[in-house]
Nanobody, 121 residues
Framework: QVQLVESGGGLVQAGESLRLSCAASGSFFSINAMGWYRQAPGKQRELVATITNGGSTNYADSVKGRFTISRDNARNTVYLQMNSLKPEDTAVYCC???????????????WGQGTQVTVSS
């Protein structure tokens, strides 16, 4: 089993920054893609950003130029640096990871519990 634990959420004012972290722990062989998704009240969950184990990134258009995803493979941790935050960024942010438990083997998708980000105007 794999646990994804997020941290770094909070309440900030518009224009400020936050950095989210998500650490994977447990028993596994490797992690492929990791990412961040968010869900605002009354809305569907949406992709924020993803990063492969090779460092290739993908961003939602709404966060391009403001958010940066990165990862530390040695620490099995993914980060999301969020700058110039807007009230519409308010949501629960969840970490996601594709994990391989053995070689060869299929990837299993895991989710964290989420961390609240609230941006006031």
């Amino acid at each position: 089993q794999v646990q994804l634990v997020e941290s770094g959420g909070g309440l900030v004012q518009a224009g400020e920054s936050l950095r989210l972290s998500c650490a994977a722990s447990g028993s596994f062989f490797s992690i492929n893609a990791m990412g961040w998704y968010r869900q605002a009240p009354g809305k569907q969950r949406e992709l924020v950003a993803t990063i492969t184990n090779g460092g290739s990134t993908n961003y939602a258009d709404s966060v391009k130029g403001r958010f940066t995803i990165s990862r530390d493979n040695a620490r099995n941790t993914v980060y999301l640096q969020m700058n110039s935050l807007k009230p519409e960024d308010t949501a629960v942010y969840c970490c996601n990871a594709d994990v391989r438990h053995s070689w060869p083997g299929k990837f299993v998708n895991y989710w964290g519990q989420g961390t609240q980000v609230t941006v006031s105007s």
